[in-house]
């Protein structure tokens, strides 16, 4: 699912990690309708659920926090236990005002929820691109990517560069593998490039998506 609206053109397809439900402190306003939903989702009665999950603020019904702020509905894989029924705040992340109100604001979220896939401005693509190259190849071996099976976790700017043909890598030490990581982000930083973390097979499915929606290639060459 993507948006016209947003400082950025993303992509966002929910992975179900929880990310979203574990940062900070706040509220999340649900209605009546919403607890008997959740309620009946957990086999619990509506006065039970109340109770035990959702607390008064301001004369409005919020879910509880855990002590560290991580949502009460969260099981211990960090995956939410009525997500089907989960209220109108939690469905329609990420296309909240706040978060679609700057690319800034976009960017930082994308840097805890993997499932928003932005892409960088055209302007900037090839230059950070050719940049990424340039410190991979210094800090790292190329290697054939990993297979559907895999569970390393990449980089986007290390996807956009196996999508742009530059291969993929693998630093030669755990060193090594710090020092690159650094370097990648310290270039997105730089640049403005987007910057997100996920397991290869996934990340390198939804940011081929993103930038086909957007009828976009990444590119390691500078266009005259």
């Given at each position: 699912m993507s948006t016209a609206n947003a400082?950025?053109?993303?992509?966002?397809?929910?992975?179900?990690c929880g990310h979203c439900c574990r940062i900070g402190h706040g509220q999340v306003w649900i209605t009546e309708a919403d607890a008997a939903a959740m309620a009946q989702a957990l086999e619990m009665e509506l006065e039970a659920f109340?109770?035990?999950?959702?607390?008064?603020?301001?004369?409005?019904?919020?879910?509880?926090?855990?002590?560290?702020?991580?949502?009460?509905?969260?099981?211990?894989?960090?995956?939410?236990r009525t997500y089907e029924q989960r209220p109108?705040?939690?469905?329609s992340f990420p296309f909240w005002p706040s978060v679609l109100s700057s690319a800034s604001a976009l960017i930082s979220t994308a840097a805890y929820c993997p499932g928003i896939?932005?892409?960088p401005d055209p302007s900037i693509t090839p230059e950070a691109l050719l940049r990424a190259q340039q410190r991979?190849?210094?800090?790292?071996?190329?290697?054939?990517?990993?297979?559907s099976a895999s569970t390393r976790w990449a980089s986007a700017i290390e996807i956009d560069l196996f999508l742009a043909g530059g291969g993929a890598f693998r630093a030669s030490s755990e060193e090594a593998t710090l020092e690159l990581e650094q370097s990648l982000l310290s270039l997105c930083e730089e640049t403005g490039y987007p910057w997100s973390r996920a397991p290869w097979p996934r990340l390198l499915r939804d940011r081929r998506r993103a930038w086909q929606e957007h009828d976009r290639q990444p590119t390691l060459c500078i266009e005259s």
């Open positions: 400082p950025l053109p993303f992509r966002f397809d929910c992975h179900q109340v109770q035990s999950h959702v607390r008064a603020v301001d004369g409005q019904w919020s879910l509880r926090e855990q002590p560290d702020g991580s949502c009460v509905l969260l099981d211990g894989n960090q995956r939410c109108e705040q939690c469905s896939q932005t892409l991979l190849q210094s800090k790292a071996s190329a290697v054939e990517a990993p297979n």
